[in-house]
């Protein structure tokens, strides 16, 4: 009895005290679990990227999301859940998506959004603020799409998006400013020759003899407070502007730099994209965000060789660089003429931001007179549409306005026309316009002119004007007179009645086989 008691109160306490313990265990596996799946949902969670893409129209802002989202392994990709994003850029702030797949088509790197503007008005100044946040200007970049259409507008258009941009930034809040500092000091060491840090924002590895250069002349003097990338799209027609409008290679070496010497200030990248053609765009943007594969990376040089091909990366230029594609470049006159251009006020009503977008005339959109070293004037002087040179002549003129001939009033050009011909009727008139034989001498020019008119009846070709002239004599034939005999005429041809009769009777007193009688 002792002993079953003792095994008893045994296992009861054993029983207790495994049960207690085993409770604490389940928490302890639930609490590991929990921390386990939010450190592997935390893994997963996609890296949201934003894209600002200024300028352009509704299709070449299409083209450049389709050259910058489409991959050969995308096209051949066969997923239920991969759908193509709706694109709503019709309407002021256009807004899509698209996942940034690694190099096996498998895993999703990063998702970016898009954010479309197509005009520089300043009300939607107030669309761009809420996109810019301390936790968002990490991880964003501004595009601006230029086309090689209208290059003599480049630096215009430039001029008006970058003021919108700074006045976006400058109603900011001061954790947003002090947001956007911190990233332009890590920019300017971002992908720079003999740098610790790649442009994707990697570790760089250097190599023997690399050292890294400080800030030159020009570079990062005015600071956006975001990175900036500029892409010229269409640059197929290069070919079309040397054709029709005989630009040579040392107007394409200007106009790029001109890009390169304004960029330069902002640390911004340069571009040109063919549709047709595979370019580094995806590879820049994607860089540029700090978006890098595992698997494959893919190389980004710079070239400033092949004019349709141009790529100049952040931290690479240099004016250096730029007086050696073209002897007698001024990068300093540029350079300052830019910095005056962006201290003029940005237009602060809608009527003059439009406008400054439709870019109608070559001139100062808003009607003012460009100020005194502008980089802007001094391009569009150099770079002008040659195709439009009457108009170009026409606007030198003090009143460019008239520049159409309104049209006259239809009676009264009539009426015009009718006095005119009265007097070239008098004048016809007085010259002997009814003198039978300068009247003949007109129908036989007229005659000459016309030719012979021939005609069918009854399968015979007829000629009209022989026929006409054979009625005009048997006519004149008929209505002739009968010609008058003389008196000797008639006697004479008075028959002789005795002659006759003795010419019968000899006949009758013939005899047969005789001589016939003569008269």
């Known amino acids: 009895m002792t002993s079953n008691s003792n095994r008893f109160s045994t296992y009861t306490s054993t029983s207790v005290g495994t049960g207690t313990g085993s409770e604490g265990k389940k928490d302890d ?92 008005a300043p009300t939607f100044t107030s669309l761009i603020k809420p996109l810019l946040t301390p936790q968002s200007i990490p991880n964003t970049l501004i595009v601006i799409l230029l086309d090689w259409s209208q ?28 947001t956007m500092e911190e990233v332009m000091i890590s920019w300017r060491d971002r992908g720079r020759t003999g740098g610790s840090v ?3 924002g990697t ?3 250097a190599n023997e ?23 010229c799209q269409n640059s197929e027609r290069i070919d079309y502007l040397e054709k029709t409008q005989s ?22 990248s340069l571009i040109y994209t063919t549709p047709s053609m595979a370019s580094p765009l995806q590879s ?26 141009i790529v100049v990366t952040p931290n690479w230029d240099s004016w250096g660089k730029i007086r050696v594609l073209r002897d007698g470049f001024d990068v300093e006159q540029v350079s300052e003429g830019w910095s005056i251009d962006l201290d003029q006020p940005f237009p602060s009503s809608k009527g003059e931001s439009a406008e400054d977008v439709n870019h109608q005339v070559n001139g100062d959109t808003n009607g003012t007179s460009a100020p005194e070293g502008s980089a802007v004037a001094l391009y569009e002087e150099q770079v002008q549409d040659t195709s439009l040179d009457t108009l170009q002549l026409a606007q030198s003129n003090q009143d460019t306005n008239n520049m159409e001939v309104p049209p006259a009033d239809t009676q009264l050009f009539l009426a015009m026309q009718l006095e005119r011909l009265d007097q070239q009727k008098k004048a016809d008139e007085k010259a002997g316009k009814d003198n039978v034989f300068a009247q003949g001498v007109t129908d036989d020019m007229i005659s000459d002119h016309i030719g012979p008119v021939q005609f069918n009846m009854g399968g015979i070709q007829v000629d009209a004007d022989d026929m006409v002239q054979r009625l005009k004599e048997r006519q004149a034939y008929g209505n002739s007179p009968e010609p008058l005999m003389d008196d000797e005429s008639q006697i ?16 009758m007193n013939r005899k047969p086989g005789g001589p016939i009688p003569k008269t």
């Not at 003599?152 to 900011?172: A, C, D, H, I, K």
């Not at 003899?209 to 892409?231: H, I, S, T, Y």
Request: contains cysteine; proline residues 5%; hydrophobic residues 40%.
């Open 203 to 205: 570790g760089a590895v």
């Open 247 to 268: 630009w040579k290679e040392e107007k394409f070496d200007l106009v790029l730099q001109y890009l390169r010497t304004v960029l330069l200030k902002h640390g911004a």
């Open 151 to 178: 290059p003599w507008l480049w630096m215009r258009q430039l001029r008006e998006w970058l003021l919108l941009l700074r006045t976006v930034m400058m109603s900011l809040s001061l954790e947003c400013k002090e």
């Open 284 to 309: 820049l943007v994607h860089a540029s965000l700090g978006i890098r594969s595992l698997l494959k990376r893919a190389p980004l040089k710079p070239n400033v060789i092949d004019r349709d091909k």
């Open 198 to 200: 790649n442009l994707d």
């Open 29 to 120: 596996k639930k609490d590991m679990w929990s921390s386990m799946l939010d450190s592997v949902a935390s893994g997963k969670r996609l890296p949201e990227k934003n894209l600002l893409v200024l300028g352009g129209s509704v299709d070449s802002q299409r083209d450049f999301l389709e050259g910058l989202s489409s991959t050969e392994g995308r096209k051949n990709l066969d997923r239920d859940d991969e759908k193509t994003p709706p694109i709503a850029n019709s309407f002021a702030l256009g807004y899509t998506y698209y996942n940034v797949l690694d190099a096996d088509q498998e895993d999703i790197l990063a998702r970016i959004s898009l954010y479309l503007l197509t005009s520089p």
């Open 492 to 507: 004479e041809e008075t028959p002789d009645t005795d002659t006759l009769a003795k010419f019968f009777g000899n006949l």
């Open 209 to 231: 003899g690399d050292v890294a250069l400080p800030l030159g002349p020009g570079e990062w003097e005015d600071a956006l407070g975001l990175p900036l990338c500029v892409v």
